[in-house]
């Protein structure tokens, strides 16, 4: 008898343990390590960490922004953030400027040498996930996208 997809993911979720291989919250983060352990050898390489990556990947997507908006999109508490815009500061990666309008408020902006960066290491993310993309199939790989940003959206 031929194996199917549901069958064999049930039969490697019976391995790790009925209760945590049905968890959501389990099965997330074991995804999340699986795809994360190339991602931070590449980030590891690059000399950045995995949260210094997520800042310049949101800065260099939507350009200024103060730090409040930063740690939202960067899923960072914001106490975190500034030491990791510290850190970036002292890269040359990004610029801390009063905000023009408020004073009181900082803008952050990705420098050309932060752009530089993410472009050197764009190409081997891609690679990163193409290889994600080859073993799912883009299909089912955008189906999983838009299931954790529906999830994301919902208010529990």
């Known amino acids: ?4 997809e549901k069958t064999a993911g049930r039969e490697s979720a019976a391995k790790v343990g009925l209760a945590t291989a049905r968890s959501l919250p389990i099965a997330l983060l074991r995804a999340r390590e699986r795809v994360m352990g190339p991602i931070r050898a590449m980030l590891a390489d690059a000399g950045v960490t995995e949260q210094q990556w997520r800042v310049l990947r949101v800065l260099d997507e939507n350009g200024a922004m103060d730090p409040t908006e930063i740690a ?3 899923c960072l508490l914001l106490p975190s953030l500034t030491r990791i815009l ?3 500061s002292e890269k040359g990666y990004v610029n801390r400027t009063p905000h023009p309008t408020d004073g009181r408020r900082l803008q952050i902006t990705i420098t050309s040498a932060g752009h530089d960066f993410i472009a050197s290491n764009m190409a081997e993310a891609e690679r990163i996930t193409a290889r994600l ?3 799912l199939g883009a299909d089912k790989l955008d189906t999983l ?3 954790l940003n529906e999830l994301d959206g919902l208010r529990l």
């Open 1 to 4: 008898m031929e194996k199917t």
């Open 86 to 88: 510290q850190a970036l």
């Open 145 to 147: 996208l838009d299931l």
């Open 72 to 74: 939202e999109r960067s």
């Open 133 to 135: 993309r080859d073993h």
